[in-house]
Every structure is written in C-alpha cells, then in structure tokens.
C-alpha cells in the first residue's frame, strides 16, 4: 500500500501558489452546492503515521472550507466506554447531517492499529474487528454518505527526519511527544499491521487514499484536489443509481401459514385475582433484579413491538411501575424528525442507547425499518432486505457489550383487534389513541403478517431472540413480558 | 433462521395438481428466455438437513426444467484437493456460463458446515471461511450472476420420521444411511451450526430461502416458484443497474511521479560473459530446486507482466530452459474466448491452476483486469476497483494451499521500447512480433503508468510481492527474473 507513498513527491513553490487560491475557491463552491442541495453527508478520515502532518491536514481544512459545516471529530480511542454503551457510540453521534462533512482525526481505525501493534489484540479478535469496520462503512454506503479515508505516511527515515526538525525549534519542539519518538522505535510493527488494515478496509466503497507526508506542499495539494474530485463526482452525478436486481429474496409461504398462525392466542389467565398476584409477584422480582449490585455492570435495552392495540402500552407501564424512575427510559419512535432523516436510520437508536445500569424501553424500534418501512414502500427491497444484517451487526455489539436485549412481539387477532379499536372509538378517554391510520394499517394485516414472519425468522439470534406474546388476554401478556424481562436479567446477573 | 420452516406447511392434493401445470410451463419458458439472451448465468444451491428431500429437489428440477442447460453438480467435499489445488477450485470449474444454470448439491458450505459441527474446525477458522464464503458470493453477484440457495429444513421430529418411514418400505430404505442415523444424534449440533452459517450469510445479493421440507407438495411449489419469481425478476428488468458514484479512488500522484519513475533502468549486466556465467548457475540452481523432493508438495504460479517489448517472451524462455518439459506450462493470455468471456473474469486462471510439483507460467495474467481493461474502458471503474480486493483474495488462496505465487513486471523506458518497436519491423523474423495494437498502446504509455503504479500499491501483498525488474537491459532482467524465481521457491522448500 505504501509504496508510492516513499518516493519523494514534491510540489515548488511555483506551482503551489499558483495553483492554490483556484483549488480553494473550487473546494468552497462544492461546498456550498452541498450544503445547498444536502443531498448527502460526508465523512472524512485523516488518520496515519504521526508527523506525517494530520494535525496542519486539519488546520488546513478549516482554513480552506467553511468550518461552519465542517465538523472536525478528535475523538480519542478508548478501550471502553465509560458509560458502557459500544465502541462505535461515540462515532455514530458524530455523524454529520446530509450537506455536511464530519471530519476525524482518530477514528474507528485507531483502537484495533494501536492495540494489535503492542500485541494487546489477538489476531483473532483484530481480524473480527476488519469486518465490523467493513460492515459499518459498507452500510454509510449504503445510506449515501460519500466515505474519504486518507492515510498520511512517511517512511521510517523521513519519520525520524521530522522528528528532529520539529523538536530543533522552540516553536515546534513540543509537537513531537515521548509516544512519538516510542512509536518510531516500533515503526516496523505499525508498517506492518497498517498496511494489513489498510488493504483489507480499502473496499470499492470506501478505499484508502495513501498520501506521502514529507512535503507540505504536495500533501496540502494532494488532499485538496482528491476532495474537491469526490466532492464534484457526487455532485455532478446525473444518472439516479439502480439497484441491480436479485434473487427475490422474500419468505413468504406459498399456503399462507406464517409463524403468528401458530400462536394459541386465546391463551388466558384464569383470574383477575390470579393475574394481580403474579403481577405483583413478577413486580418485586424484577424491581429486586434491578437492585442487585452487579445490575450496575450491564444495561437492558427491551424493544416492544406489535399489531396495533396490541397492548404493548399497558404493558409497559406494568413494567415501569416494578421500576425506580431514574433506573429507566421509556423512548416512543414515532416517524423520523429532519435531524434523523439526514442520518443512517440506526442513528436515532444509537441516541438513546442507555449507560450501565439502566433499562431502555423502546416502545417501537429500528424494526419499523423491515416493518411499516417495508409494508408502506418508505424504503426499497434492497434497503429493507439489507436492513437485517445490519439489524443483527447492531444487535451484536450491544451484546458484546454486556447489553441484554429483549425483544417482544404482542399479537391479537384481527377480530380483537376491531373489538378493541371500536371500543376506543367509543370511549371518550381512549378516542385519542384510535387515528385513520390505524384503520389503515389494518387494512395491510395480511402484509404485516409476511413482514413480521420474516423478520422474526431473520433476526431471532442467540444474542437477541424474539419473544412471541399472544396478547388477545392483555393479562396473560403482561405477565409474559414481565417473566421475559425478568428471566433474561436474571440469566446474565 | 428456521421458525418459519418448522410450521407443518402443507399443500394439498388439489391444488398442487391444479397449479404444477402452469408452473412447469412458465418455468420452461424462463428457462428458454435465459437461454436465448444469455445475459447472465444461475448458480443454485440446493442443501439442508438429511431426509429433507433434497435429492428429490434436483430430481424435480431436471424433470421440471430442460437438464441440457442445466447441470446438476453434486461435488463431494474434500478436505484438501489431491491435485493440490486450492478447496475453491472445483467449484469455480463448475461455474456456468451465461444462460445456464448450475445446481449444485454439496457445495462450498458442506466442508465447513460439517467440519464445525464435528468440532475439527475451530471458530476463527470457521469465521475466516465464511469471509470467504461471502467474498466469493458478492463477486459472482458482482460479475452478473443471478445466485439462488435453497436450504430444506426438518425439525428433529421431522427428520426422526422421515427416517423411520424410509426405513420401514423396502424400496427406499436404501436412502437412510449410517451416516444419517449419527446426524439424527447430532440434531442439535447441526441446527446451531447451520443457523449461525445461513444467518451470516443471508446477504442482500445471495439470500438464503429456507423450505419446510416434511411435505414434498409444499416444497416443490416452493421451490419452483422461487426459482420461476427470480428469474422472471432478472429477465424482466428495464432498467440497466446505475452504480452509485463513490469516492474516486485512483492513486495517482499531482506530481505525476510513478513507483516506475524511481526504477534505476539503466542497471545492466557487465559483459555477455558475465551473463553467459550467471545465467548457467541460476538455470542450475532452478532446475535442482525443481527436483528437490519437497517440490512435489507445493506448486509454483508465476506471473510476468510489462511493457510492450519489455522482453517477456524471452525472460519467460530461460526459466523454461531450465525446467524439465514435464514440470511446467507457459498459459499465454490473449483476449478472453467467447467461453471465458460468459463467465466471472478469474474462471480462465482457476482452469489454469498448477497441480502439485507444478510451475505455472503466466504470459500476462488476470492483472489485465487493472491494465488494458482499465485503460481502454473494457469494464468500468466500480468494476477494476473491486478486481484489486478480488485479486488478492484470490492469491492468498493460493498462498494458503502451499502455492507460491511470484510476481513480475518487467519495465523499459519509452526510448528504448521506440528503439525495439523499429528493430522489430527491420528483422524480418521479427515483424509478427509488432502490430498496430503496440503502436496504440504506446500512445497510452502514461495512462499506463499510472494504473501499474496504482497495481503494485494495492495488489503486493506478504504472500504474493511484485518484483520491479528493470528491463532496459535484457540480459539483467532476465537473471533478476531467474534470481527472484529461484530465491521464492528456496524460501518455502
């Protein structure tokens, strides 16, 4: 990957000043078409060997672009979060908007280079890492944001060069750091574990730009026009891209059985009394659970989803009284605002995403991606159909992350469902909570019930099953959750 | 992944004799359609558990569908090739040309499906197959191919029943082997395995469709209406797929300054002595390597590539000079046959692989991909762009299976390939060797130069470096050429 990053470009001062102010001018005026048309969002990696100039490459965007809409990330590496959320947390909330550009200096790159190089990350788990990478630029793809990766280098004796020129003036002398002058002494092992990162991240979709750091001009140049070219091929693309198409890749069973035909949903609780004593019961158990010492090392992210009128309200609430009120948060998704529509449609979830200690009620979920999203045609079969792995991807690094997550699906049937809306429609307090949309929906019931099939096929995992909730007794139901919620705890405390 | 295949789907008798008709007649018809436009090809795999009916699947398609086109491949897997090829290479020889289709029962997944269920492959080995896995399947979508997987599913009672009914007639008790009695005993094993296997590799452009298998009349009419609903959705495309506009990805240097610029082509032999000596001890030393018994457990690829008049041909003639005719083959690449040409680009090297004790001589290679194709516009951008990660995908197989791969380029500066081009239209008996193709391309030299330099950053890897071998000097290229071989096939015996 380096090799004609070592040899000895330059640019003379000739050639640079003249061709500078009209690259500038260019690279604000794509700038501002983006910003005007925020068709798409940007992100900017400025990653590399140190003294290969990412700092004066930061500086120098700033200064040449309209910081206004040019966020500039140093986000240190941490091993853990100290909040407990993932590794990527910290990178999803600062994804830029369409129209704009979020630039990084450390990124998602530096933990797995730094800990593989000192030998604290075994091949096996750095290899794991590669793939999640992939994964997470192949989905900003995918969503539309235009990738950069820029990779500054300089050879070993041109590293040691710009050491010592820098630490020769008082000006610059505190530029080149212990850590500097360690990572020189190891700079074989990072040369080797980059190039290996390198090349196996440079995909179609989001390749490597390798620069040679040594002159300044040819750097500033060579950034420049590199931006301003992916900058102005994405504005000036005319064609709409089109999928190709595939193998339809729908399950839908040909006689129409699917996995919700088989619930027994005249399940009940024999009694009003019966039903209060389990609950309380349940209550205390799960409110003790929460209470337990080492509850403040994992945190529960529980999604609830369902038919409308399904209960999956009442259900919470049951779940909240068990729970002290600043142990938990209830997060309602209703349709995407503007700052969430700008963004990958994870982005919302990762938002709210709860520290150690505490419980996430999603009332609702990134579902409705492979749900209303896919039944109302919000989004295209290759974007829902991708949506599952990326769903699983997401899944599984709350769980590797000492999250537990609980997912229920309330279903009624149809008939209960008709009973429980005229029923709202003619209670005075309820009427609010019965919309058009609602009669709607109900008309699609039979797409929903494909959709929900798959979904729960697709993404029922070891880390993150679903839970079937035959809801048409909303007593049975409630009791269900609650045991549900209480079980998964209880399994991992 | 087998919720929804474990709900005792069924079809009866009516309608299934109602609805086979037309399916066989609108299958037919696709199938011909592909035929005749011979767009792209089909590759299907039809696997899942024993007693599931797959062997009854591809008895129903043969006799469904016109078996002339397509072939039915039931690959045994094998741990390692005897031919010493690498585990892919049967598969690739398998694949079908545009307007065909290929069943394949046993296929890339049986090895490491079974492997992993018996414990002989551990869970990094595992992951890194079903990378590969997917690498593999991205490509084919990537080249055109439509990909369908049908995975038959049974629940444990289910596959017990089946079983015990086989068993019971003698007419078909032969179909219950041993072999399927222990897989029985494995049920679970088998189950987690091939979840975690068909979940990670359930993509967007190669999904897995799992089939309730208990009741042959449901699984026929699914599987047929499947396969007639994917091809349908391929043939009857309007629209030509657009790619995205990515991120430009070139490399190419504003100083216009190449990996090529900095060779020291002038370097040259003393005297016609010199060389004559050297010459004769590197033969030797080559020939005795070729003999060593170790020799016989690896294989050799070797790859020259260069300049127009850079002097392949005759570098290429001293190694042969020194090899036994029986140990290797010179594979000259010309423009793609109308064979190679319907299928993935790579198909043509696989075919060419070396056995066991082997040296394969590429005259020109795959990496035509990246030069003239990419030059002269014969694939697109987003296609030369993936070819990089394709190609050394591709090596490191090679790599892996003990193949030592030795990489080439042999440049001459523009002066010197003038001065070759007139000495060849002077010699008579070498005026076939100049054409008007060389007088073009040398128009190109720098478009040329810059897509070797981009070549040799993404594609020189650990496992197969490329060599620079400075040209302008026949008789020096050709003793570096030896050298290099020679010192690559010594470092591995």
């Not at 050879?155 to 020769?168: I, V, Y």
């Not at 190891?186 to 979709?205: G, P």
């Amino acid at each position: 990957m380096f090799e004609s990053a070592e040899l000895g470009h330059t640019i003379d001062k000739e050639r640079y000043d003249k061709e500078v102010p009209e690259l500038r001018h260019k690279l604000l005026e794509a700038q501002y078409e983006l910003v005007k048309k925020a068709d798409f969002p940007v992100v900017m990696i400025i990653a590399g060997v140190d003294g290969a100039g990412k700092g004066e490459t930061v500086n120098l965007l700033n200064e040449w672009m309209d910081p206004r809409h040019l966020a500039t990330n140093a986000i240190r590496p941490l091993g853990e979060e100290p909040s407990g959320r993932p590794q990527m947390w910290r990178f999803w909330r600062a994804l830029p908007p369409k129209g704009h550009i979020a630039l990084f200096v450390g990124s998602w790159y530096s933990i797995p280079l730094v800990e593989r190089v000192h030998g604290d990350m075994k091949r096996g788990e750095f290899d794991e890492r590669v793939e999640e990478i992939k994964h997470f630029e192949h989905m900003l793809a995918d969503e539309g944001t235009l990738v950069l990766k820029f990779w500054l280098h300089l050879s070993k004796n041109g590293q040691k060069k710009r050491f010592k020129e820098l630490s020769k003036k008082k000006k610059t002398a505190w530029r080149v750091s212990d850590t500097d002058w360690k990572h020189l002494a190891m700079y074989k092992q990072f040369q080797t574990v980059s190039e290996h990162l390198l090349r196996e991240t440079s995909t179609a979709e989001a390749p490597w730009h390798v620069v040679e750091g040594a002159d300044e001009r040819y750097r500033n140049l060579t950034i420049g026009n590199q931006i301003l070219r992916a900058l102005r091929a994405r504005l000036d693309q005319k064609a709409k891209p089109v999928a190709p198409v595939r193998a339809p890749s729908r399950i839908e069973a040909i006689d129409g059985v699917t996995i919700l035909d088989r619930l027994d949903l005249e399940k009940k609780v024999e009694s009003k009394d019966k039903y209060n004593d389990e609950l309380a019961e349940l209550q205390g158990r799960l409110n003790l659970l929460s209470r337990r010492r080492k509850f403040e090392d994992i945190s529960v992210v529980s999604v609830f989803e369902g038919s409308d009128a399904a209960g999956k309200g009442g259900a919470i609430r049951r779940v909240t009284q068990a729970l002290d009120a600043r142990k938990y948060d209830v997060i309602p998704i209703a349709a995407p605002t503007d700052e969430e529509k700008s963004r990958p449609y994870l982005w919302r979830f990762w938002r709210s995403l709860p520290q150690r200690g505490r419980i996430a009620i999603f009332d609702r979920s990134w579902y409705g991606r492979v749900l209303v999203e896919r039944v109302e045609n919000f989004c295209s079969e290759p974007d829902w159909m991708r949506a599952y792995g990326e769903i699983n991807d997401f899944e599984e690094q709350l769980f590797k992350n000492r999250m537990v997550v609980v997912k229920c699906w309330l279903q009624i049937t149809k008939d209960e469902q008709l009973r429980r809306f005229k029923e709202r429609e003619q209670t005075p307090y309820k009427e609010h909570k019965i919309t058009d949309d609602d009669w709607r929906n109900r008309e699609k019931w039979d797409a929903y019930k494909v959709a929900v099939n798959e979904m729960i096929d697709r993404t029922s995992t070891e880390w993150a099953p679903w839970t079937l909730v035959e809801a048409n007794d909303k007593y049975f139901a409630r009791l269900k959750v609650l045991r549900t919620l209480a079980d998964a705890i209880e399994r991992v405390l």
